[in-house]
């Protein structure tokens, strides 16, 4: 841990630093600390005299400090239903009204969303401004907020419009997941398990041991004592692991392919039906918890292929439930396909996919996978 000095002169809270430089972009300086954006000067001071903050307004009621923020503030209400044309246009009037130059940084404070529409807004600006990111959900602090991607949905279909385009700087502060409502930090919990099956052992390892299970056998805690070991309000520490590590990891694929033609792909695990269950419930299923149920099926794949050993299947099974993500009312494989076959993935018109499969603790690999191949373990690991 590192403190810091501001330009101003004010100290900031001792913080983890961390960059990502994938070539061909700027790279982006991350600070991770409780605290980190506690004073609204720590991002500020960062900003030109033309700068405009975007701003979340569930982030804004568990932060009203952030109101004296010395920039103008543009305040959304964040989720989904911000990530479009209008909302779009809207941040460029605004920028546009506050006659912001091209050395004027567009700060932009709130969860995934917001972050994904503000970052669109900066990209497409004069043809590009900077912007800083302040991740204020736990999904936004361990995934989007880095890695550049942007991007605003049609009526057509999620994401369709966006650019990369990276963030200057990212202050991930985890004392703003305080307010966060207990289905989005559940959300986030279920994206840094893909990264753990996905990426990195020593996570899931860490997962394990949260949950009270180790290769020795599993106690059941139940379910609420589980929900708490996980809550990464309740220890700060366990909050900056978990942070940290999902970076890292983040960091890692994007600076090897920033624009996701090879190993980035490996952070789409469990997209495959996660995105299907998520647009069949018309988004009201929260994205992270849809990866986590999108994992058993594509865990049972896997196995049945060879790629992925008995033991290790029934491990990260294991570890999915015992997290909280058992299956409930899934809905059958035919509600699903339609926006399987449509997915970003989908090759010859969604016959065929290409899915990452987990080949092991902290390992996976892009393989195509058939549309039947895929029904048959959907259907059978219910
Ligand atoms: N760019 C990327 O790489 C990337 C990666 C993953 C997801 N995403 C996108 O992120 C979005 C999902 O983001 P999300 O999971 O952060 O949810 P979200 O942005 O939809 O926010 C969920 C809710 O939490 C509220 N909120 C935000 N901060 C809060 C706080 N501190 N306290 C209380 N409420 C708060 C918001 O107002 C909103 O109502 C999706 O649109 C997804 O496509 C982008
Ligand atoms: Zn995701």
Request: aromatic share 4%; charged share 25%.
């Amino acid at each position: 841990l590192t403190e810091a000095v501001e330009a101003d002169g004010a100290p900031t809270a001792p913080h983890i630093e961390l960059h990502c430089a994938p070539p061909g972009f700027a790279p982006t300086r991350i600070r991770i600390g409780v605290g980190v954006a506690e004073s609204p000067s720590a991002f500020a001071s960062l900003c030109a005299p033309t700068s405009v903050a975007l701003v979340d307004g569930g982030a804004l009621d568990e932060r009203p400090d952030l109101a004296p923020l010395e920039l103008p503030l543009h305040v959304v209400d964040g989720g989904e239903a911000c990530k479009t044309i209008e909302h779009l246009e809207r941040v460029l009037r605004v920028l546009a009204t506050h006659g912001v130059t091209r050395d004027g940084v567009l700060c932009v404070v709130g969860g995934g969303a917001v972050g994904d529409l503000g970052g669109l807004a900066a990209a497409l600006w004069l043809r590009g401004i900077a912007h800083v990111q302040v991740p204020t959900t736990l999904l936004a602090m361990i995934d989007s907020s880095v890695g550049g991607k942007t991007a605003i949905d049609l009526p057509e279909g999620k994401n369709l419009v966006g650019a990369f385009w990276p963030a200057r700087e990212v202050y991930v502060d985890p004392g703003f997941l305080r307010t966060l409502p207990r289905r989005e930090i559940r959300s986030g919990i279920g994206e840094a398990l893909k990264i753990a099956i996905g990426l990195d052992a020593e996570l899931f390892a860490a997962f394990e041991a949260r949950v009270g299970q180790t290769d020795a056998g599993d106690v059941d805690p139940g379910e609420a004592a589980t929900a708490n070991a996980l809550d990464p309000r309740l220890d700060a520490g366990w909050a900056t692991t978990l942070v940290e590590r999902c970076i890292r990891n983040k960091i890692d694929v994007v600076e090897r392919d920033p624009t996701e033609t090879g190993p980035r792909r490996l952070l789409n695990l469990g997209h495959t039906i996660g995105h299907a269950l998520e647009a069949v419930s018309s988004y009201r299923r929260a994205h992270g918890i849809a990866v986590a149920r999108g994992l058993f099926p594509i865990v049972r794949l896997a196995r049945d292929r060879g790629l992925l050993a008995p033991d290790d299947a029934e491990r990260i099974t294991r570890l999915v439930r015992s997290c909280g993500f058992a299956e409930k009312n899934r809905p059958p494989f035919e509600d699903l396909e339609p926006f399987v076959r449509r997915d970003k993935k989908a090759l010859a018109g969604g016959a065929t996919l290409r899915a990452v499969l987990p080949t092991g603790i902290g390992s996976s690999e892009v393989v195509e996978v058939g549309l039947d191949e895929l029904r048959a373990a959907y259907e059978s690991s219910g």
